[in-house]
């Protein structure tokens, strides 16, 4: 529980910003950041894809369609 944003300081007023820790602008531009960082564990990266791999391509021709 927060009393305070924890980004910018200014007061919470509604009780979801209060429990998170920031307003609804700050919390709006973290959040990407957090998600991104939770849809993408280690786990996930493909595995046929080393890091040789990927310097092999850019050797090979600059750049490679990472899709
Ligand atoms: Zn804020």
Same mark, same amino acid.
């Given at each position: 529980m927060y009393s305070k944003c924890q980004k910018? +300081?200014?007061k919470l007023?509604? =009780?979801e910003s209060i429990?998170? +820790?920031y307003g609804p602008e700050c919390w709006g531009s973290i959040l990407p950041h957090?998600?991104?960082e939770q849809?993408? =564990?280690e786990e996930s990266i493909p595995g046929q894809?080393?890091?040789e791999d990927f310097l092999e391509?850019? /050797?090979n021709g600059g750049? /490679?369609?990472m899709s």
């Open positions: 910018c +300081g200014r007023t509604d =009780p429990e998170r +820790g957090y998600s991104i849809e993408e =564990p894809m080393t890091i391509g850019l /050797k750049e /490679k369609d």
